[in-house]
């Protein structure tokens, strides 16, 4: 069989030519970074879980509406997309504070914020990701003041539907991460929620413990990354108890 046509590598992903045109395979990698590649690892069943879990995150935001570049889960660790334009902005919501902010502002981890706030990455390694403020990106032409105006409000809508879902399995939403892209459809262009939604994007807390679920746990050296991320999708009901990590061959009667 003819070797697939690579598109791109992430540090988590990689992209290939899909079957139709306008579409991708997106292959969800075991591979784990942080601070920017500063910390490597391989964590086994991570790409498997994080298919899964996109695949639950962005099949539901389509049911409600809030259009996603997903189209369906292929097998274990790919799944179908629309080919997007990227924007090269990384959009973060956060409710509680964590993370940069904390550090930035001095707040404590974990305090509640006075409302959703939702900020901007320019998408760059290089430069470590740098948050930049709505007129760079308007001057620097990343996007235009509606497309910023309707990313806010895609960010928003996501936002709802992940802190309900979470909380209706006992996690607290502490901030996400996702990115939008373009889609053509003749004269219109439409913005759509693109990449992945998965724990390695979000802060997930488990709301009677304050437990961590989410990359922090490898950020931080919490833990094992794939029991969190199985207890996410454990509770969460997508993930058949037996296929994401199995060490030894199991003997099936
Ligand atoms: O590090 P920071 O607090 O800015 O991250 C905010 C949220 O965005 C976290 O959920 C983090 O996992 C996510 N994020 C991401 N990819 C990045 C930066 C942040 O998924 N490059």
Not at 6 to 24: C, D, Q, R
Not at 180 to 203: K, N, Q, T
Not at 242 to 249: F, S
């Amino acid at each position: 069989m003819a070797r697939r046509k690579k598109i791109y590598e992430g540090k988590a992903k990689i992209l290939y030519e899909g079957p139709e045109p306008g579409t991708y395979v997106q292959y969800f990698k075991d591979d784990a970074t942080a601070f920017n590649a500063e910390k490597k690892a391989v964590i086994e069943g991570k790409g498997v879980l994080n298919n899964r879990l996109s695949e639950f995150f962005m099949t539901g935001l389509n049911t409600i509406g809030v259009p996603t570049h997903f189209l369906k889960r292929l097998n274990m660790r790919e799944q179908l997309i629309r080919q997007v334009e990227i924007i090269p902005l990384e959009v973060i919501v956060r409710n509680f504070a964590a993370g940069s902010i904390a550090k930035r502002l001095g707040l404590e981890e974990g305090a509640a914020l006075p409302r959703p706030i939702v900020e901007f990455s320019y998408k760059e390694d290089s430069l470590g990701d740098p948050l930049v403020t709505e007129e760079y990106i308007i001057a620097f032409g990343w996007a235009s003041q509606q497309d910023l105006d309707d990313m806010i409000a895609l960010a928003l809508r996501v936002n709802d539907f992940l802190a309900g879902v979470m909380y209706g399995v006992g996690i607290k939403l502490i901030d996400f991460k996702i990115e939008i892209g373009r889609v053509y459809e003749g004269d219109f262009m439409r913005l759509v929620v693109a990449d992945e939604i998965s724990p390695d994007s979000c802060r997930l807390w488990d709301v009677k413990t304050g437990q961590k679920l989410d990359k922090d746990v490898f950020r931080r050296d919490l833990g094992n990354l794939t029991d969190a991320y199985t207890e996410v999708a454990k509770r969460l009901g997508v993930m058949p108890s037996n296929v994401t990590h199995a060490t030894k061959p199991t003997l099936i009667n």
